[in-house]
Each structure stands twice: as C-alpha cells, then as structure tokens.
C-alpha cells in the first residue's frame, strides 16, 4: 500500500540552527501538506501545497518556515531559526485532488530543540 | 479557538460493546469530516469520512454520523476490540485540499 514517508523520524538541533525536515509524498497525490503536534496538544495545520506554490498557510507559518518541492518526488519544510518552541512532532500529508479525498498522513519527524 | 470540540479527553469500553466517540464544530463552512487513529509514535491513519450531504456513512464496524443543524459528528464502532484502542482524532474541513482542522482527540481503551 502506498504511504508518505518522512526523514529522518528524529532530528535534535540546537537553537537557532536550520533544520530540513524531508516528506515523499503518496507518487499520485497532487496536494501536499505539513502539520504538528506539540507534546501533548492537537494537530496544528501548518501549510499546504498545490501546483508548486502555497495554496493555504496558518499563522504559525512564519517567515521562520518555508516549503520546498525540489524534485519531482520530495517534499520539505525548512525551518530558518529554530527556537525551542519549535519542538514537536511534524507530519507530512498529501492527498489527491478532487471531492471528499482524505489525506494520508506520514509518521512523523519528531523535532528537539535544545 | 477551537473550531473543532472533543469534550472527552478518554473512553473506556468493554470488548463486543459499542464504543461512542463525540465531535463538536462551530465553523459551518465546515463541508467534510473525517476520524483519524492515531498510535503513539506514528502519524494519523484515516478511518472514514463523512461530507456534509450525508448524515450517515459506514464502513464494516464503524459509522460516521453527522448532524449538521447541531453541528456534531459521532463515531461508532460496533464491536469494539481491544485492537481499537488508541486515540481518535475528528477533523473537519471546507473541502479535499483544505486544511484539516483537528479536535484535541479521545483516548479509547478497550479492555477484554
């Protein structure tokens, strides 16, 4: 069954460092999104991308966040600064275009900001 | 603000009995519904979904039901199996392509 895959599924950092969290999306599926979920709170909407720009964004999408679909496979979050507030767990999603299609959802990297 | 309610943080059901999860939603652009499983550890696994111009959709054991006047969603899951345990996510959007806007989740145990 296809799924989304994410590297790496942990990544700690340091403060203030730039960190590249990596998503392949589901190889048909033409919307791609990213997520988090800080310890012990709900899944937060990030970002979405469709036709290779941001289609919708939240608050929390920062100038300290970027998306990137640099092939025509992967899909990435850049986080510019990190602050420890980052930490949490992100997850890619994507699904496909059309009527009540659900997202597919990857494992999760699980950010550490030190 | 949360546009998307669990008021139950958790759940305990015994094996074989109906297990009964609650949303509640105060966007009413809100179009399409969806129950997420989530383990610890890993990613949400999509359960069954529902849109707005239905009231009912199931699948094997579990059924969505949606009340848009009331703007609430249950989750059933007839019988309930140990297997079932873990938390349940409601989420809701305008459309596919839209981003999900999620409840803080119920955790269900089943116990034998």
């Known amino acids: 069954e296809p799924e989304v895959t994410q590297t790496p599924s942990h990544q700690v950092t340091q403060m203030g460092q730039e960190v590249i969290l990596r998503c392949v999306p589901i190889?048909?599926?033409?919307?791609f999104y990213w997520y988090r979920q800080i310890l012990g709170q709900k899944v937060e909407f990030l970002v979405s991308?469709?036709?290779?720009?941001?289609?919708?964004k939240s608050e929390i999408f920062d100038d300290q966040f970027s998306v990137e679909r640099p092939d025509g496979s992967n899909f990435t979050l850049k986080i510019r600064s990190t602050k420890l507030e980052d930490s949490a767990m992100y997850f890619c999603?994507?699904?496909?275009?059309?009527?009540?299609?659900?997202?597919?959802f990857g494992q999760g990297t699980r950010l550490t900001v030190v | 603000d949360q546009q998307v309610k669990q008021n139950s943080p958790s759940l305990s059901v015994q094996e074989g009995r109906i297990s009964i999860l609650n949303c509640d939603y105060t966007?009413?652009?809100?179009?399409?519904f969806l129950w997420y499983k989530k383990y610890p550890a890993e990613g949400p696994t999509f359960l069954i979904s529902?849109?707005?111009?239905?009231d009912k959709n199931e699948d094997g054991r579990f059924t969505v039901f949606l009340n848009k006047s009331a703007k609430h969603l249950s989750l059933h899951i007839v019988p309930s199996q140990p297997g079932d345990s873990a938390v349940y996510f409601c989420?809701?959007?305008?459309?596919?392509?839209?981003?999900?806007?999620f409840g803080k989740g119920t955790s269900l145990l089943v116990t034998p």
């Open positions: 999603a994507s699904s496909t275009p059309g009527e009540d299609t659900e997202a597919f």
């Open positions: 190889s048909n599926h033409l919307y």
């Open positions: 991308f469709y036709n290779n720009e941001i289609s919708e």
């Open positions: 966007n009413s652009m809100f179009d399409y």
């Open positions: 529902i849109s707005s111009i239905k």
């Open positions: 989420a809701a959007s305008r459309n596919s392509g839209y981003a999900l806007n």
